[in-house]
């Protein structure tokens, strides 16, 4: 039940997968409403504070699915061919996307040798700068990705929705819940 | 015609002599460094600076008057020792330096205070911006370097308001305006 089968996957990876979900929308809500915030705004300070700490927990999240992943059998593919092939670009340019998001974001924060708190509990250290005007230039990649990372992922999300609605398959069930053998398959 | 021609050079080598010696700005050795400060909340002054400029002045000081300087200024080189700031500040909410990559100094007339005190007038654009604004100056000194060339030095201060700039980011009743600190050697060509 907790891990992943030929068929479903396992509890592991389905809390993981929608925590990532949680924390993305809100990540991406949450980095959209604090940088118009004016200076006088009581969250000026907090807001950027929170969406870099839980950034950092993110990306260890991230981490430890991939891990979670490599480590265990994941279930095989649903639909047609061309279906599945575009499932896995899709899933492999989701990780890819969100750590390049987190590495640029790092790169805003630490481009002057400050290292990024961690809620207060720690601090991330500064590996100083990479290149010239690297809070711009990793700015403007990590709001661009964040746009485009969205954008993918309702496409992530209508698939499986059109696989749940009209294909009447499992692929939105099994993530959902873990799958027992030749049972909950309709 | 040769001798014509001799003496017109040498004639316009002596007028040219006559004329103030003229400076650039030592950049390169970073001698030279424009810096600001700007009130924090009204509690503390904030300073920083653009790390990137070139320019170049020409000074007598027999004839401080006939002085004239010109500077510009690479604004993505705004640091304030804080990148997330930094990033905020370039950005379009401020001096929105992919539209506006340079800011200058051109002066257009000097009155001589004597004592090495200058009042240097002249057009300053920022953010796409031009006003005339007035650089108290003063001379700090002027002779031979140990390697052979001659500088002049001097540092100036001004004030500007951010509004008049079109730049209107509210920071607060006391954040308004800036002060510019800067601080220029001059190589004699």
């Known amino acids: 039940m907790l ?11 389905i809390v993981l997968h929608w925590l990532t ?32 700490s839980v950034g950092i927990v993110l990306a260890v999240l991230i981490g430890l699915r991939l891990l979670a992943k490599v480590r265990q059998t994941s279930p095989s593919g649903l639909g047609k061919s061309w279906e599945q092939t575009t499932a896995k670009f899709v899933h492999y340019t989701l990780y890819v996307g969100l750590s390049s998001l987190f590495l640029s974001g790092y790169l805003i924060s630490t481009a002057d040798g400050r290292g990024i708190e961690i809620f207060n509990w720690a601090t991330l250290p500064s590996m100083g700068e990479w290149f010239a005007n690297q809070e711009d230039i990793a700015g403007e990649i990590h709001e661009w990705l964040a746009y485009s990372l969205i954008a ?34 309709t | 015609m040769k001798k014509t021609l001799l003496a017109a050079g ?21 001698h030279a460094s424009i810096n600001f400060k700007i009130k924090h909340l009204g509690y503390s002054w904030l300073t920083g600076g653009f790390n990137q400029f070139d320019g170049k002045f020409s000074y007598d000081a027999a004839k401080p008057e006939a002085s004239s300087v010109a500077v510009t200024i690479k604004t993505e080189s705004f640091d304030s020792n804080h990148a997330d700031r930094d990033k905020h500040i370039k950005s379009d909410d401020f001096l929105n330096v992919s539209k506006f990559p340079e800011a200058k100094f051109v002066s257009t007339k000097v009155e001589n205070l004597g004592d090495g005190n200058l009042k240097i007038m002249g057009d300053f654009t920022l953010h796409g911006v031009t006003n005339s604004i007035v650089i108290e100056t003063q001379k700090v000194g002027e002779g031979k370097d140990p390697w052979g060339g001659y500088r002049a030095g001097f540092e100036g201060t001004t004030r500007i308001a951010l509004a008049d700039y079109g730049i209107t980011y509210d920071l607060g009743p006391a954040s308004t305006y800036v002060e510019l600190m800067l601080n220029v050697e001059g190589i004699k060509q």
Do not use: C
């Open chain 1, 3 to 13: 891990k992943n089968t030929h068929d479903g996957y396992g509890w592991l990876s």
């Open chain 1, 21 to 52: 979900a949680l924390l993305v929308f809100g990540m991406f809500a949450l980095g959209l409403w604090m940088v118009e915030l004016d200076f006088y705004n009581p969250w000026y300070k907090d807001a950027p504070h929170y969406h870099k």
């Open chain 1, 152 to 185: 993918l992922v309702s496409v992530h999300a209508l698939a499986a929705l059109k696989h749940h609605f009209i294909d009447k398959d499992t692929t939105l069930i099994r993530i959902i819940k873990p799958l027992t053998q030749n049972k909950d398959i």
């Open chain 2, 10 to 30: 040498l004639l316009s080598l002596l007028s040219f002599s006559s004329l103030a010696a003229d400076y650039v700005i030592d950049t390169q050795g970073a």
